[in-house]
């Protein structure tokens, strides 16, 4: 049961422009929301998060949006560069009831920026 | 700071070994958590520690355990390898267990089971 999915498992944008990676989830315990990069052979960096109690993150270029309703996150590089080229994973943390450490991932949405 | 250190970086085994896994986390971070990451099913959790108890733990046989010392430090052990435990073991560190906080990475153990 995949509680939190990335459905592309890939993504081609150029240079400049916007680039929006999807992440849904079904579990409604979910309260925290995160968004990691991965390079090959590296373990993945830390990019943004996001409480269910906002609907919206943002950090530079990175800016994240919830929809809670819909069981949907978004994470919004603008302008993308290609250095952004990466897998993106979303995870997502319920915090409440003691449950501690545990981040459910998705699957990964490689992003490839064109020059 | 010091990041996250996972030793060894490489590891070849044969099926039946069994593989112990070191992770040292950010100073002054307590908690710990392994994931397991393999092309056909992303990144898995395995379990969590936090001041040497652990608090969570994925779905995994009983072939996988793991403990904590009392600096933090954090191994994790594979009995019985199978062919299938090959994959990118990675280690995470959180200065706290729960709350909205992000966990850091290490760059992971790679592990081949042939």
């Known amino acids: 049961d995949q509680q939190v999915k990335q459905n592309s498992p890939s993504l081609s944008v150029q240079e400049g422009r916007i680039s929006i990676l999807n992440c849904d989830y079904t579990n409604s315990m979910f309260d925290y929301f995160l968004w990691y990069k991965k390079y090959p052979a590296e373990g993945p960096t830390f990019l943004i998060s996001i409480s269910s109690i906002k609907d919206k993150n943002e950090d530079g270029r990175f800016t994240v949006f919830l929809n809670k309703s819909a069981k949907h996150l978004s994470l919004h590089i603008v302008p993308s560069q290609p250095g952004d080229s990466a897998v993106y994973f979303c995870?997502?943390?319920?915090?409440?009831?003691?449950?501690?450490?545990?981040?459910?991932f998705g699957q990964g949405t490689t992003l490839q920026v064109k020059p | 700071k010091a990041g996250v250190t996972q030793t060894p970086r490489y590891l070849i085994k044969t099926r039946g070994q069994q593989v112990t896994l070191s992770c040292s986390p950010i100073s002054g971070h307590r908690s710990v958590s392994w994931y397991q990451q393999t092309p056909g099913q992303g990144l898995q959790f395995l379990f969590e520690?936090?001041?040497?108890?652990?608090?969570n733990k994925g779905n995994f046989p009983g072939r996988f355990s793991g403990r904590q010392f009392s600096n933090s430090r954090s191994e994790m052990n594979v009995s019985t390898l199978e062919l299938g435990d090959s994959a990118l073991y990675l280690c995470a560190s959180s200065p706290i267990t729960g709350g909205n906080t992000e966990a850091f990475f290490g760059q992971g153990t790679r592990l081949t089971v042939v």
């Open positions: 520690y936090f001041s040497e108890t652990q608090r």
């Open positions: 995870a997502a943390s319920p915090t409440l009831s003691g449950n501690t450490g545990k981040l459910i």
